[in-house]
């Protein structure tokens, strides 16, 4: 055991060095299961924690320094301490921690768990795996925690003084569990003193302990504190009343209160009208110098002081679950306002304000609680009250204490802790979704970071606790603790990164560089050398002096630094310009000045192309290498200046922003130089004092044509006598001669432009000396336009502005410059072209705008005259003309048409004329047309309310007009019109209706203003699609799990997206909308199918929301989570050995993802996962070598690594690379034990269970064991060697199955087996077969008759009617009624809820008959009626589905372990009874010899694989080809595979063959007898190989049978045996000779085999427990059909006096388990595709027999005559009972099902599987019973006026008219 231990310690230590990451990551610590509590030793720092079945010691790092087990153990909530065997109901159970108190002093640490009522115990606080203390034999007191998961449980040390002695309690606050101590607040004690001992409950104060009220508080405590001698417990609760609205108290009292008197509750309130108002996770801490500041400035908490104590707690809202809120309340304000209302109820009745301000809470005492008192200071006198004195007290609502929430945060605060950081407080807050915030509490409290850590989305524990340097935090969440620095100041490297953090721990240390907490910082106490993060301020250059200098010379710099860190005289300060380092002194008597050398010329960088200037950055830096702030510095360059405009050099120089001054004379600029003067020099500023030219005369040129251009000169005299050139870009390079007129006056000749890119450009003229190249400034600017651009006709270019000349040239049809066409203008432009109308069709009544497209239609728009439109005036829009090219106007309506008597066909249709000024007409080459457009149908013709349907609207000419004239409306609401041609498409609005669905409503559409055409009762809102569940209900961030959403409605949607919006995240600066969408895979009216769609980084998993969009209606999922990717670790083991398991370990598998849909890939095959668990994944790899998927790995043929490929949804990883083991690669050494360990295990398991199966047929058999002493001796070795038997033979039947599938059989093979396997036909009946014969003329009309026939059988009066004829007839029997049912259950599937409905009917009927019969209980008892199996076969129906998912696999298993039991031993191939059955009548009663053998099959043509299978020496030939076809084909149903009489055996135990067969000329003879072949006849041996081969015809067995007399010796009669011979006569003549003693001899010795039957059903009890648990356990689930019907029988029995609890017991029997469970449970080949053998039948008989009686009421008294069978399962039966009485029970506490319900689960079920079934053959069946009792049928419709009224008389004539050709009367 200790060995044991010792392994388990290193694995968990292995598993905590393998989490503990490397530097720079957390630490963490991982726990195999749900971690409740976590305590810390403050001394040590040791942590303590509390988990499901554990508890574990840890380090403060984190490391494992100890570990125990604390359960599972058994107990049951109902069982009493100590739980012995004698508590039937006792099970492991888990033990949840539930209390961890550390009790420093005396070394010891208080643990509470959930399993014994809640029993403590004592361990050692150095190494908690030493227990010092346990006992769970004192009864009731040391019941001190909580039995129930949700039970919350809190406590704190604390002490008594009894005696004058002082002895260390612990006061422990819980709820209510419904198996706990009734204990709200107790006191226990750590030693036994005198009658108390250990846990013992010493204070009894029956007010807040044993209460018959407290029950309907529901507290939840969520933290306990002790302060200034007070204990107090911080709990939300109700008010006891219906109300379930939870409010916050917080208790207090004196820690050694002999009677609780101090018990005083104050309501907390967070919010003023307390929304937020359950208390979540609450921390106790001083607030700091500025938190305490805020706190007293605001008023509401009175004054605080820094030291002072204040509560934080966080809350949740009933009002609004999706937000959570912290407040906060000085210790000192609750103890103040608790002082108030003691005092107040102590001395003035509890008055306050004149308001009644206190209570006694848990108290039903009506009677006045408080007392009025004259003295003062009672309060104060008994600080811890009395027994004279009230109590316990609670305020009343109106005086609870209120705080503001400090914080309000989406999504659940689950825990806090809070430290002061100088002076400052942080909050840290755990949350819901694995959270952790950080909350600087200044005024405005803010959240300023996340803690590091990775976020697994498991709730925060409430446990959230500081490391003793309080420089760490230990976050734990469900199962794992991390250890996170309180701050990441060291990950910023620069000013501005670390003050932008926010945090208060955080600060720049300017003179070491680095973001550091303060006291890190060397010199933080002097002045701006640490500058705090919040404050948002780094060392910043505010000013230089000289502001710039020239790049062409050097001085000293002056550099402004207002927040300069004070230097010592022994620090180096330097200046960095770019490359040039110097030295810099501090200003004398200033911080901020710093003086510095700026660098020479040479060194300064040169000036960028495009600037003119140079910026070089600046550092200040201390000590060489620290930079303590950084800016730049320009150097101006005034050479560069003229760069900017090279047009004007000398104003560009002039006016730059550096001071530069113009030499004209060489034509250069130049720094500020006062010592040079003359007239060539230009002064800083004086641009008018620059020689330039300007005022350019015309200013503007037409192209095309040379116009002289003059302009004025000015400050020209230094240019006396010298030649101007004037150019331009689009000159093309060509400078022209500039000519001086008088004065300052200029001129050149112009230039004729070509340029036609748009109608004006500017053109900017430059000029230059001729001599020396050099420009002069010149201003010169003029525009240049272009006539025909944008006037294609002459409208157009009369149009243009007078001053640009433009006219049109009718020579070239251009628009030109004046003097550029040769030829004179027209006075008039030409006739209007019309070149396109639009629409070109209009409705009858016109009123639509129509626009006529053309040219030369007017200059304005009053030149309009007149418009025409197919002979109708039209009306100029004069506020929409466009010059010359458009012109809109609206027409009227149609011409009336003329009287019919003119002899020509009038047209709608014609082109349009217009007439502009100057009598000018034009018209149109295109006709307008007026017609009629008719909407005809509108299409979907329904929709959501919501609106968002796309409707589409045919009909004739509906593009008639535009789709700006169309407007569609829906009973008067607007559709958004999309799409206009020959259908329209609109968008529906919202339905603002009262009724929905709305009436069916008129679409209608507009045309313009006159014309609406209507589509009547075309469209009908209906009911907005609803979403009822979705499953599953998270997603990885990789996306691509199938995510089914259920509900109703979805037929009518078009479009459904599911969408994932990224919440608005205080720490991301992006702010544009993003989101993530996926259409919907697949849609029917009730389900939609999505996959989720892939979230892309950076969003992370905590702040989205999943929205569903359906078409309008936006419904979001609320609890639709998305977990961080799945990580995965390397692969412990690379390779796959013959168990084909591969083991994949990592984190957070199961959050998103389950077995079912995970997909693993070794190379290029899948392979099958088998489990998957939050940190694991178990493969099964294919079992021969695959290929590998890449190609390169292909090519590479050495190498025989595989990839491993994990995929969930979208996501795939590439886990590792594996390979296949060589046979012979493992070694010895594994071998070895991997066969030992597991046989020692087996032998051990063995004779357990051996031996606890044997004392338990003892006690069975006690009463019959007298029979067998004489035959004690005679028998023993019998007995010995059915022992050795059952030790070598038990084995552990569940590895096969777990492995295989289970082969279900579908819908329509199920129904037909359980509704027409039990026919007299069997499965050659015509439903199985579906043959019927019809000639093929008459297919047409028999189909057709079928279905009127169906539609008959739909009407109620006619099928109640049909069924009662039939029942009425006496040749109708029972055989018949039930066939006739199960044809009407095929007919009717479509419709399940009217054949519900029937059967409803009819189960009324026959319960009224037996009722008034006086014989109840005799319902249902058989199916003798065709309703009675009509509900076995709906019952079959409706929990198909409960047995694939749930009872089919413990079936299934049943079977399979009784099939392997059976076959382990002998069976008799011809009498049918077996060594191992529980049938006694099926016993093999002699004692066969055997072994077993396994041969190597090899299947003929299927490769050279062969198959090891196990069998007997005695099985015939037959058994062994069962055996093996059984092996081979184990992974095909039975169905598939080959039969025993196909398939031959050869064996080849030399060169020649042998085939072998059950007989043949080498059988042995006994007598007349002849015994069947079995291997031993052959002498096959051990490990033989032997061939299985298919044959084509059974004549082939015989092949080697020559002579046709062998044949016919063979084909004797069947005087055959295999194990067993039967007695002869001969034989019997004898025995009838011999003594009675004999025969009792006999008779007593194969009693003794009955043994066998024990140990059979010992072996199979944990498989039949299984399948009785899974039908009729507390904890399965129950088909809505069972709660359904059973709620009807309830019902039922109350309609009826005469019906008791045993007649109900008994209708529910009847209609499930006798019904349907036991006929499955005979018959497993009705629900799996298997083979049930004679034997193994006989056995399932017995346990179907077993069920049947624990399904009954009645008692069985067993006696010696009782049959085996009956014995056998006795001890079991009561078990049984008691359950199926629980199962009774639950059914009826459940939720009811409704009929609306049932009825869509029954439309459901009708829809997936009605198409499946032989519904026409179903009918044609039907049919036979109507036509062969035709007449009567008729005469008893005849006689129904329910019938005449639907003539179903007339139907029924026609149909049989229709199939049978039979005269009727019509």
């Given at each position: 055991?200790?060995?044991?231990?010792?392994?388990?310690?290193?694995?968990?230590?292995?598993?905590?060095t393998?989490?503990?990451?490397?530097?720079?990551?957390?630490?963490?610590?991982?726990?195999?299961?749900?971690?409740?509590?976590?305590?810390a030793?403050?001394?040590?720092g040791?942590?303590?924690?509390?988990?499901?079945?554990?508890?574990?010691?840890?380090?403060?790092?984190?490391?494992?320094?100890?570990?125990?087990?604390?359960?599972?153990?058994?107990?049951?909530?109902?069982c009493?301490?100590?739980?012995?065997?004698?508590?039937?109901?006792?099970?492991?159970?888990?033990?949840?921690?539930?209390?961890?108190?550390?009790?420093?002093?005396?070394?010891?640490?208080?643990?509470?768990g959930?399993?014994?009522?809640?029993?403590?115990?004592?361990?050692?606080?150095?190494?908690?795996?030493?227990l010092?203390?346990?006992?769970?034999?004192?009864?009731?007191?040391?019941?001190?925690a909580?039995?129930?998961?949700?039970?919350s449980?809190?406590?704190?040390?604390?002490?008594?003084?009894?005696?004058?002695?002082?002895?260390?309690?612990?006061?422990?606050?819980?709820?209510y569990?419904?198996?706990?101590?009734?204990?709200?607040?107790?006191?226990?004690?750590?030693?036994?003193?005198?009658?108390?001992?250990?846990?013992?409950?010493?204070?009894?104060?029956?007010?807040?302990?044993?209460?018959?009220?407290?029950?309907?508080?529901?507290?939840?405590?969520?933290?306990?504190?002790?302060?200034?001698?007070?204990?107090?417990?911080?709990?939300?609760?109700?008010?006891?009343?219906?109300?379930?609205?939870?409010?916050?108290?917080?208790?207090?009292?004196?820690?050694?209160?002999?009677?609780?008197?101090?018990?005083?509750?104050?309501q907390?309130?967070?919010?003023?009208?307390?929304?937020?108002?359950?208390?979540?996770?609450?921390?106790?801490a001083?607030?700091?110098?500025?938190?305490?500041q805020?706190?007293?400035?605001?008023?509401?908490?009175?004054?605080?002081?820094?030291?002072?104590?204040?509560?934080f707690?966080?809350?949740?809202?009933?009002?609004?679950?999706?937000?959570?809120?912290?407040?906060?309340?000085?210790?000192?304000?609750?103890n103040?306002?608790?002082?108030e209302?003691?005092?107040?109820?102590?001395?003035?009745?509890?008055?306050i304000?004149?308001?009644?301000?206190?209570?006694?809470?848990?108290?039903?005492?009506?009677?006045?609680?408080?007392?009025?008192?004259?003295?003062n200071n009672?309060?104060?006198?008994?600080?811890?009250?009395?027994?004279?004195?009230?109590?316990?007290?609670?305020?009343?609502?109106?005086?609870?204490?209120?705080?503001?929430?400090?914080?309000?945060?989406?999504g659940?605060?689950?825990?806090?802790?809070?430290?002061?950081?100088?002076?400052?407080a942080?909050?840290?807050?755990?949350?819901?979704?694995?959270?952790?915030?950080?909350?600087?509490?200044?005024?405005?409290?803010?959240?300023?970071?996340?803690a590091?850590?990775?976020?697994?989305g498991?709730k925060?524990?409430?446990?959230?606790?500081?490391?003793s340097?309080?420089?760490?935090?230990?976050?734990?969440?469900?199962?794992?603790?991390?250890?996170?620095?309180?701050?990441?100041?060291?990950?910023?490297?620069?000013?501005?990164?670390?003050?932008?953090?926010?945090?208060?721990?955080?600060?720049?240390?300017?003179?070491?560089?680095?973001?550091?907490r303060?006291?890190?910082?060397?010199?933080?106490?002097?002045?701006?050398?640490?500058?705090?993060?919040?404050?948002?301020?780094?060392?910043?250059?505010?000013?230089?002096?000289?502001?710039?200098?020239?790049?062409?010379?050097?001085?000293?710099?002056?550099?402004?630094?207002?927040?300069?860190?004070?230097l010592r005289?022994?620090?180096?300060l330097?200046?960095v310009?770019?490359?040039?380092?110097?030295?810099?002194?501090?200003?004398?008597?200033?911080?901020?000045?710093?003086?510095?050398?700026?660098?020479?010329?040479?060194?300064?960088?040169?000036?960028?192309?495009?600037?003119?200037?140079v910026?070089?950055?600046v550092?200040?830096?201390?000590?060489?290498?620290?930079?303590?702030?950084?800016?730049?510095?320009?150097?101006?360059?005034?050479?560069?200046?003229?760069?900017?405009?090279?047009?004007?050099?000398?104003?560009?120089?002039?006016?730059s922003?550096?001071?530069?001054?113009?030499?004209?004379?060489?034509?250069?600029?130049?720094d500020?130089?006062?010592?040079?003067?003359?007239?060539?020099?230009?002064?800083?500023?004086?641009?008018?004092?620059?020689?330039?030219?300007?005022?350019?005369?015309?200013?503007?040129?037409?192209?095309?044509f040379?116009?002289?251009?003059?302009?004025?000169?000015?400050?020209?005299?230094?240019?006396?006598?010298?030649?101007?050139?004037?150019?331009?870009?689009?000159?093309?390079?060509?400078?022209?001669?500039?000519?001086?007129?008088?004065?300052?006056?200029?001129?050149?000749?112009?230039?004729?432009?070509?340029?036609?890119?748009?109608?004006?450009?500017?053109?900017?003229?430059?000029?230059?000396?001729?001599?020396?190249?050099?420009k002069?400034?010149?201003?010169?600017?003029?525009v240049?336009y272009?006539c025909?651009?944008?006037?294609?006709?002459?409208?157009?270019?009369?149009?243009?502005d007078?001053?640009?000349?433009?006219?049109w040239?009718?020579?070239?049809?251009?628009?030109?410059?004046?003097?550029?066409?040769?030829?004179?203008?027209?006075?008039?432009?030409?006739?209007?072209?019309?070149?396109?109308?639009?629409?070109?069709?209009?409705?009858?009544?016109?009123?639509?705008?129509?626009?006529?497209?053309?040219s030369?239609?007017?200059?304005?728009?009053e030149?309009?005259?007149?418009?025409?439109?197919?002979?109708?005036?039209?009306?100029?829009?004069?506020?929409?003309?466009?010059v010359?090219?458009?012109?809109?106007?609206?027409?009227?309506?149609?011409?009336?048409?003329?009287?019919?008597?003119?002899?020509?066909?009038?047209?709608?249709?014609?082109?349009?004329?217009?007439?502009?000024?100057?009598?000018?007409?034009g018209?149109?080459?295109?006709?307008?047309?007026?017609?009629?457009?008719?909407?005809?149908?509108?299409?979907?013709?329904?929709?959501?309310?919501?609106?968002?349907?796309?409707?589409?609207?045919k009909?004739?000419?509906?593009?008639?007009?535009?789709?700006?004239?169309?407007t569609?409306?829906?009973?008067?609401?607007?559709?958004?019109?999309?799409?206009?041609?020959?259908?329209?498409?609109?968008?529906?609005?919202?339905?603002r209706?009262?009724?929905?669905?709305?009436?069916?409503?008129?679409?209608?559409?507009?045309?313009?203003?006159?014309?609406?055409?209507?589509?009547?009762?075309?469209?009908?809102?209906?009911?907005?699609?609803?979403?009822?569940?979705?499953?599953?209900?998270?997603?990885?961030?990789?996306?691509?799990?199938?995510?089914?959403?259920?509900?109703?409605?979805?037929?009518?949607?078009?479009?459904?997206?599911?969408?994932?919006?990224?919440?608005?995240?205080?720490?991301?600066?992006?702010?544009?909308?993003?989101?993530?969408?996926?259409?919907?895979?697949?849609?029917?009216?009730?389900?939609?199918?999505?996959?989720?769609?892939a979230?892309?980084?950076?969003?992370?998993?905590?702040s989205?929301?999943?929205?569903?969009?359906?078409?309008?209606?936006?419904e979001?999922?609320?609890?639709?989570?998305?977990?961080?990717d799945p990580?995965?670790?390397?692969?412990?083991?690379?390779?796959?050995?013959?168990?084909?398991?591969?083991?994949?370990?990592?984190?957070?598998?199961?959050?998103?993802?389950?077995?079912?849909?995970?997909?693993a890939?070794?190379?290029?095959?899948?392979?099958?996962?088998?489990?998957?668990?939050?940190?694991?994944?178990?493969?099964?790899?294919?079992?021969?070598?695959?290929?590998?998927?890449?190609?390169r790995?292909?090519?590479?043929?050495?190498?025989?690594?595989?990839?491993?490929?994990?995929?969930?949804?979208?996501?795939?990883?590439?886990?590792?690379?594996?390979?296949?083991a060589?046979?012979?690669?493992?070694?010895?050494?594994?071998?070895?034990?991997?066969?030992?360990?597991p046989?020692?295990?087996?032998?051990?398991?063995?004779?357990?269970?051996?031996?606890?199966?044997?004392?338990?047929?003892?006690?069975?058999?006690?009463?019959?064991?007298?029979?067998?002493?004489?035959?004690?001796?005679?028998?023993?070795?019998?007995?010995?060697?059915?022992?050795?038997?059952?030790?070598?033979e038990?084995?552990?039947h569940?590895?096969?199955?777990?492995?295989?599938?289970?082969?279900?059989?579908?819908?329509k093979?199920?129904?037909?087996?359980?509704?027409?396997?039990?026919?007299?036909?069997?499965?050659?009946?015509?439903?199985?077969?579906?043959?019927?014969?019809?000639?093929?003329?008459?297919?047409?009309?028999?189909?057709?008759?079928?279905n009127?026939?169906?539609?008959?059988?739909?009407?109620?009066p006619?099928?109640?009617?049909?069924?009662r004829?039939?029942?009425?007839?006496p040749?109708?029997?029972?055989?018949?009624?039930?066939?006739?049912?199960?044809?009407?259950?095929?007919?009717?599937?479509?419709?399940?809820?009217?054949y519900?409905?029937?059967?409803?009917t009819?189960?009324?009927e026959?319960?009224?008959?037996?009722?008034?019969?006086?014989?109840?209980?005799?319902?249902?008892?058989?199916?003798?009626?065709?309703?009675?199996?009509?509900?076995?076969?709906?019952?079959?129906?409706?929990?198909?589905?409960?047995?694939r998912?749930?009872?089919?696999e413990?079936?299934?298993?049943?079977?399979?372990?009784?099939?392997?039991?059976v076959?382990?031993?002998?069976?008799?191939?011809?009498?049918?009874?077996?060594?191992?059955t529980?049938?006694?009548?099926?016993l093999?009663?002699?004692?066969v010899?055997?072994?077993?053998?396994?041969?190597?099959?090899l299947?003929?043509?299927?490769?050279?694989?062969?198959?090891?299978v196990?069998?007997?020496?005695?099985?015939?030939i037959?058994?062994?080809?069962e055996?093996?076809?059984?092996?081979?084909?184990?992974?095909?149903?039975?169905?598939q595979?080959?039969?025993?009489?196909?398939?031959?055996?050869?064996?080849?135990?030399?060169?020649?063959?042998?085939?072998?067969?059950?007989?043949d000329?080498?059988?042995?003879?006994?007598?007349?007898?002849?015994?069947l072949?079995?291997?031993?006849h052959?002498?096959?041996?051990?490990?033989?190989?032997?061939?299985?081969s298919?044959?084509?015809?059974?004549?082939?067995?015989?092949?080697?049978?020559?002579?046709?007399?062998?044949?016919?010796?063979?084909?004797?009669?069947?005087?055959?045996?295999?194990?067993?011979?039967p007695?002869?006569?001969?034989?019997?003549?004898k025995?009838?000779?011999?003594?009675?003693?004999?025969?009792?001899?006999?008779?007593?010795?194969?009693?003794i085999?009955?043994?066998?039957?024990?140990?059979?059903?010992g072996?199979?009890?944990?498989?039949?427990?299984?399948?009785?648990?899974?039908?009729?356990?507390?904890?399965?689930?129950?088909?809505?059909?069972v709660?359904?019907?059973?709620?009807?029988?309830?019902?039922?029995?109350?309609?009826?006096?005469?019906?008791?609890?045993?007649?109900?017991?008994?209708?529910?029997?009847?209609?499930?388990?006798?019904?349907?469970w036991?006929?499955?449970l005979?018959?497993?080949?009705?629900?799996?595709?298997?083979h049930?053998?004679?034997?193994?039948?006989?056995?399932?008989?017995?346990?179907?027999?077993?069920?049947?009686?624990?399904?009954?009421?009645?008692?069985?008294?067993?006696?010696?005559?009782?049959?085996?069978?009956?014995?056998?399962?006795?001890?079991?039966?009561?078990?049984?009972?008691?359950?199926?009485?629980?199962?009774?029970?639950?059914?009826?506490?459940?939720?009811?099902?409704?009929?609306?319900?049932?009825?869509t689960?029954?439309?459901?079920v009708?829809?997936?599987?009605?198409?499946?079934?032989?519904?026409?053959?179903?009918?044609?069946q039907?049919?036979?019973?109507?036509?062969?009792?035709?007449d009567?049928?008729?005469?008893?419709?005849?006689?129904?006026?329910?019938?005449?009224?639907?003539?179903?008389?007339?139907?029924?004539?026609?149909?049989?008219?229709?199939?049978?050709?039979?005269?009727?009367?019509?």
């Amino acid at each position: 055991m200790e060995r044991w231990w010792a392994w388990q310690f290193a694995l968990v230590t292995l598993a905590t060095t393998y989490l503990t990451p490397s530097q720079g990551k957390n630490v963490e610590f991982t726990s195999d299961t749900l971690i409740n509590n976590v305590v810390a030793n403050p001394r040590t720092g040791r942590l303590y924690v509390g988990a499901v079945n554990s508890l574990y010691q840890l380090n403060p790092d984190l490391g494992l320094e100890s570990r125990t087990d604390t359960g599972p153990k058994r107990d049951n909530r109902l069982c009493t301490p100590p739980v012995t065997d004698a508590c039937d109901e006792a099970v492991d159970t888990d033990n949840h921690n539930k209390l961890l108190l550390v009790h420093e002093a005396k070394d010891v640490l208080v643990v509470c768990g959930s399993i014994f009522r809640g029993i403590c115990s004592l361990r050692n606080l150095s190494s908690v795996e030493q227990l010092l203390y346990f006992s769970d034999t004192k009864g009731e007191k040391s019941y001190v925690a909580s039995t129930e998961e949700s039970v919350s449980v809190v406590g704190v040390i604390s002490y008594f003084i009894k005696d004058g002695d002082n002895f260390t309690v612990f006061l422990v606050g819980k709820g209510y569990g419904s198996h706990d101590s009734t204990k709200l607040i107790s006191t226990r004690i750590l030693q036994d003193y005198g009658d108390w001992v250990v846990f013992d409950s010493i204070i009894e104060a029956s007010a807040v302990q044993a209460n018959p009220f407290v029950l309907r508080y529901l507290h939840d405590f969520r933290f306990a504190f002790k302060d200034g001698g007070f204990v107090y417990f911080l709990f939300s609760r109700t008010l006891g009343i219906q109300d379930t609205k939870n409010f916050t108290f917080i208790s207090r009292m004196c820690e050694d209160d002999q009677g609780y008197y101090s018990y005083t509750e104050l309501q907390l309130n967070c919010s003023a009208a307390n929304k937020y108002n359950k208390a979540q996770a609450a921390y106790v801490a001083i607030p700091g110098d500025v938190l305490a500041q805020t706190m007293t400035k605001s008023g509401q908490y009175g004054q605080v002081s820094a030291s002072d104590k204040v509560l934080f707690v966080t809350f949740t809202s009933d009002e609004d679950p999706s937000t959570s809120a912290m407040c906060m309340y000085p210790v000192r304000s609750i103890n103040e306002r608790l002082v108030e209302i003691i005092e107040a109820c102590y001395t003035v009745n509890g008055v306050i304000n004149e308001k009644a301000a206190v209570y006694s809470p848990y108290s039903s005492k009506s009677e006045e609680l408080c007392v009025t008192n004259s003295q003062n200071n009672v309060a104060s006198k008994f600080k811890c009250g009395a027994e004279h004195l009230p109590s316990p007290l609670a305020s009343k609502a109106e005086f609870a204490l209120t705080a503001n929430s400090s914080l309000v945060r989406k999504g659940h605060m689950t825990a806090v802790a809070v430290a002061v950081e100088m002076g400052h407080a942080v909050a840290f807050l755990g949350t819901a979704t694995g959270e952790v915030l950080k909350v600087h509490l200044s005024a405005h409290p803010e959240v300023y970071g996340r803690a590091s850590g990775e976020v697994t989305g498991d709730k925060v524990n409430k446990n959230l606790l500081f490391d003793s340097s309080l420089r760490h935090l230990y976050i734990t969440t469900e199962k794992k603790i991390t250890k996170v620095p309180v701050q990441a100041c060291h990950l910023k490297t620069d000013c501005h990164s670390c003050v932008s953090m926010k945090d208060p721990y955080c600060g720049w240390c300017v003179l070491e560089g680095r973001c550091t907490r303060k006291q890190e910082c060397s010199r933080s106490t002097e002045q701006n050398t640490w500058l705090w993060s919040p404050d948002q301020q780094c060392v910043q250059i505010q000013s230089f002096n000289p502001p710039n200098l020239s790049c062409k010379k050097t001085q000293q710099v002056d550099i402004n630094i207002p927040t300069h860190p004070r230097l010592r005289p022994s620090d180096r300060l330097q200046c960095v310009f770019g490359s040039f380092i110097s030295d810099a002194v501090m200003a004398f008597g200033s911080q901020e000045l710093v003086t510095c050398s700026l660098p020479d010329p040479v060194e300064i960088p040169p000036t960028p192309d495009q600037q003119d200037y140079v910026s070089v950055p600046v550092k200040i830096l201390v000590n060489n290498k620290i930079e303590v702030t950084s800016g730049e510095y320009r150097f101006y360059n005034c050479a560069a200046t003229v760069r900017k405009n090279q047009n004007t050099p000398c104003i560009a120089c002039v006016t730059s922003e550096w001071g530069c001054q113009w030499n004209a004379r060489d034509h250069s600029c130049s720094d500020r130089d006062d010592g040079v003067s003359g007239d060539h020099i230009v002064k800083p500023q004086q641009r008018d004092s620059c020689p330039q030219f300007e005022s350019p005369e015309p200013l503007l040129i037409p192209v095309g044509f040379e116009i002289p251009i003059s302009f004025q000169g000015r400050n020209l005299d230094i240019y006396t006598g010298r030649r101007f050139a004037i150019g331009t870009e689009l000159m093309k390079h060509t400078d022209k001669e500039v000519t001086q007129e008088q004065g300052s006056k200029f001129k050149f000749t112009g230039y004729e432009f070509a340029y036609d890119k748009q109608q004006e450009v500017n053109v900017s003229f430059h000029i230059k000396d001729r001599d020396t190249e050099r420009k002069i400034d010149s201003t010169l600017t003029v525009v240049l336009y272009n006539c025909s651009v944008g006037r294609e006709d002459c409208s157009l270019c009369k149009h243009a502005d007078a001053t640009y000349q433009c006219v049109w040239c009718a020579a070239s049809r251009t628009c030109v410059y004046r003097d550029v066409c040769p030829s004179p203008q027209p006075a008039q432009c030409p006739d209007p072209e019309i070149t396109d109308i639009i629409p070109r069709f209009g409705p009858l009544n016109g009123r639509i705008s129509v626009t006529i497209r053309g040219s030369n239609m007017g200059i304005k728009k009053e030149d309009i005259k007149k418009i025409t439109v197919a002979g109708v005036d039209c009306v100029h829009q004069a506020d929409r003309y466009s010059v010359s090219t458009s012109v809109v106007c609206e027409i009227g309506p149609a011409k009336r048409v003329p009287p019919s008597d003119l002899p020509f066909e009038p047209t709608m249709s014609g082109p349009v004329h217009i007439e502009v000024e100057g009598g000018r007409k034009g018209t149109s080459l295109v006709n307008f047309t007026y017609r009629d457009p008719k909407p005809n149908t509108v299409e979907p013709a329904k929709g959501p309310a919501a609106g968002g349907t796309v409707i589409t609207i045919k009909g004739e000419d509906l593009d008639t007009a535009t789709k700006d004239d169309v407007t569609v409306t829906v009973g008067g609401f607007p559709c958004e019109v999309l799409s206009f041609g020959k259908q329209i498409t609109c968008t529906t609005g919202k339905y603002r209706g009262q009724k929905v669905p709305s009436e069916q409503l008129t679409v209608t559409v507009k045309y313009g203003i006159n014309t609406t055409k209507d589509v009547p009762a075309a469209y009908q809102y209906s009911d907005n699609p609803k979403i009822i569940d979705y499953n599953p209900k998270a997603s990885f961030l990789c996306g691509g799990r199938r995510i089914v959403v259920v509900g109703s409605g979805f037929d009518l949607i078009q479009r459904a997206t599911m969408k994932v919006l990224p919440f608005s995240d205080e720490f991301s600066q992006n702010t544009t909308p993003v989101e993530f969408v996926q259409e919907a895979l697949s849609k029917n009216d009730t389900f939609l199918q999505f996959e989720s769609p892939a979230v892309k980084p950076p969003y992370d998993s905590q702040s989205l929301r999943t929205v569903l969009y359906l078409d309008n209606v936006n419904e979001e999922l609320k609890g639709f989570d998305y977990h961080p990717d799945p990580t995965f670790n390397e692969l412990a083991k690379n390779v796959i050995t013959e168990t084909s398991i591969i083991i994949v370990t990592g984190r957070g598998f199961s959050k998103a993802m389950t077995a079912k849909e995970a997909q693993a890939f070794v190379g290029d095959a899948s392979c099958h996962v088998n489990i998957l668990q939050d940190d694991k994944l178990i493969l099964e790899a294919p079992s021969s070598q695959p290929k590998s998927r890449s190609k390169r790995q292909r090519r590479d043929t050495t190498n025989d690594l595989l990839e491993l490929v994990v995929k969930f949804g979208h996501g795939e990883w590439m886990v590792g690379s594996v390979y296949y083991a060589r046979k012979d690669d493992i070694p010895l050494a594994i071998i070895i034990p991997a066969v030992i360990i597991p046989m020692l295990l087996f032998i051990a398991v063995s004779v357990y269970c051996y031996r606890r199966k044997s004392q338990q047929a003892e006690r069975e058999y006690e009463k019959v064991k007298h029979q067998l002493e004489n035959l004690e001796e005679s028998v023993r070795d019998r007995c010995k060697k059915e022992f050795t038997d059952l030790m070598i033979e038990m084995e552990d039947h569940t590895s096969d199955l777990s492995e295989a599938r289970i082969p279900f059989l579908d819908y329509k093979t199920y129904t037909d087996r359980n509704f027409f396997l039990p026919s007299k036909d069997g499965a050659n009946d015509t439903m199985i077969t579906r043959e019927i014969q019809i000639p093929e003329a008459r297919k047409a009309i028999v189909a057709q008759a079928l279905n009127q026939f169906s539609n008959l059988l739909n009407s109620k009066p006619f099928l109640i009617n049909f069924i009662r004829t039939l029942e009425s007839r006496p040749d109708f029997n029972a055989r018949s009624r039930g066939y006739f049912a199960s044809l009407l259950t095929v007919a009717l599937h479509g419709k399940l809820e009217y054949y519900t409905d029937i059967m409803r009917t009819l189960l009324l009927e026959l319960m009224d008959e037996h009722v008034q019969n006086k014989n109840p209980k005799l319902m249902l008892r058989r199916s003798e009626t065709v309703v009675e199996r009509m509900l076995c076969n709906w019952m079959s129906i409706c929990l198909y589905q409960f047995l694939r998912d749930t009872a089919g696999e413990p079936l299934y298993k049943l079977y399979k372990a009784l099939k392997h039991q059976v076959e382990k031993g002998p069976v008799d191939a011809k009498m049918k009874k077996a060594k191992y059955t529980l049938n006694d009548t099926g016993l093999l009663g002699d004692d066969v010899e055997y072994s077993v053998l396994t041969l190597q099959v090899l299947v003929h043509g299927e490769g050279p694989d062969v198959t090891p299978v196990k069998v007997l020496n005695c099985d015939t030939i037959s058994q062994v080809k069962e055996k093996i076809i059984d092996q081979v084909y184990r992974n095909l149903p039975y169905s598939q595979r080959p039969k025993v009489e196909n398939v031959a055996l050869e064996w080849r135990p030399g060169s020649t063959g042998q085939i072998l067969s059950d007989l043949d000329l080498t059988s042995q003879k006994e007598g007349r007898w002849k015994r069947l072949n079995t291997l031993a006849h052959y002498n096959v041996r051990d490990n033989a190989t032997l061939v299985l081969s298919r044959v084509l015809h059974t004549q082939s067995f015989h092949q080697h049978q020559d002579s046709h007399e062998e044949k016919n010796s063979l084909l004797e009669d069947d005087n055959t045996f295999h194990l067993v011979r039967p007695a002869d006569e001969i034989d019997e003549v004898k025995s009838k000779r011999g003594s009675m003693k004999d025969k009792a001899m006999t008779k007593a010795i194969t009693e003794i085999y009955l043994t066998r039957l024990l140990s059979v059903k010992g072996t199979l009890q944990q498989f039949v427990d299984d399948f009785f648990r899974s039908v009729l356990g507390s904890s399965s689930v129950v088909p809505p059909a069972v709660k359904y019907f059973f709620d009807f029988l309830d019902e039922q029995a109350l309609r009826h006096d005469n019906v008791d609890e045993e007649t109900l017991h008994i209708w529910k029997t009847n209609s499930l388990p006798s019904r349907f469970w036991v006929n499955i449970l005979r018959n497993p080949h009705f629900m799996f595709d298997v083979h049930v053998t004679e034997v193994v039948d006989a056995s399932l008989h017995v346990i179907a027999q077993t069920f049947m009686d624990a399904c009954t009421k009645t008692e069985h008294k067993l006696s010696r005559e009782s049959p085996s069978n009956k014995l056998l399962y006795a001890k079991e039966i009561s078990t049984y009972k008691k359950m199926v009485d629980d199962y009774y029970k639950g059914i009826r506490q459940m939720v009811p099902v409704s009929d609306q319900d049932m009825n869509t689960h029954l439309a459901e079920v009708s829809r997936q599987h009605t198409d499946k079934l032989n519904t026409q053959v179903a009918l044609h069946q039907l049919y036979q019973y109507a036509s062969k009792y035709y007449d009567v049928i008729i005469q008893s419709l005849d006689e129904d006026p329910a019938a005449q009224n639907k003539q179903l008389t007339l139907r029924l004539q026609q149909i049989a008219a229709a199939l049978e050709n039979k005269v009727t009367d019509l």
